[in-house]
């Protein structure tokens, strides 16, 4: 329901999935009648493109606990303008879940049980700050995840859970220094992931490497050892 510029979705389970053109959800043609949105807990599972493109939505959005999955798109281009938090417990996160969403400010901060980042999930993303830490338990890094999140300006943590870092990856993300450590478990590194990442001083590659995509470091021009 909304009440005072605030939409509250409450439940249990899973809401259902929408595609953001023909099928959306129930509340879209009231948009303009609520600027933040507030899920309840008891939600565990959030469905494709829920509030995709909603540019009314203004500051921080805050998950709930017990959320265990984000779907593809669920928020892709609002206009949130705070920070982004998200709760222990969620597992994956989708393909373009945040894309989109330049607004977000302040620190990422992945959570612990966090296993999947889907397919552009935080593709433009370009306000968040700090170190961007991959948290131990993601095996997986969608293409284009972080692409173009050129606010980060600590360093990059990938974890040694992490087997296969997805095309594009971190392609501008221009601010992120220091050593990077690509895990063991990496065995290929894919076309262009770190495209662009110009402040990396050093590489420190997995003795199992066995392949690096084409320009998988191109305009890295602050690297001084590999």
Not at 68 to 74: A, F, K, P, S
Not at 76 to 87: A, K, M, R, T
Not at 109 to 138: N, W
């Amino acid at each position: 329901f909304v009440q005072d510029g605030l939409l509250t979705i409450f439940g249990s389970g899973y809401t259902y999935d929408f595609n953001g053109t023909d099928y959306r959800a129930p509340w879209y043609p009231y948009r303009e009648q609520f600027t933040e949105v507030l899920i309840m807990p008891g939600v565990t599972i959030i469905g494709n493109d829920l509030f995709s493109y909603d540019y009314t939505l203004t500051g921080g959005l805050v998950l709930p606990k017990g959320l265990q999955i984000i779907g593809h798109e669920v928020f892709s281009g609002c206009g949130f303008d705070g920070e982004l938090v998200l709760p222990q417990g969620l597992v994956r996160i989708g393909n373009g879940t945040f894309g989109g969403c330049s607004g977000f400010t302040g620190e990422l901060r992945l959570p612990q049980s966090l296993t999947q980042i889907g397919m552009g999930a935080f593709s433009s993303c370009y306000r968040f700050t700090g170190d961007l830490v991959i948290p131990e338990g993601v095996s997986a890094i969608g293409e284009w995840a972080f692409i173009q999140c050129g606010g980060f300006d600590g360093n990059l943590v990938l974890p040694q859970s992490l087997r296969e870092l997805g095309s594009y990856a971190f392609v501008g993300c221009c601010s992120l220094s220091g050593e990077l450590v690509i895990p063991e478990g990496i065995t290929t590194i894919n076309q262009r992931v770190f495209d662009c990442c110009c402040n990396l001083s050093s590489v420190v590659f997995p003795e199992n490497l066995r392949s690096i995509g084409v320009q998988a470091f191109i305009a890295c021009e602050g690297l001084k050892t590999l």
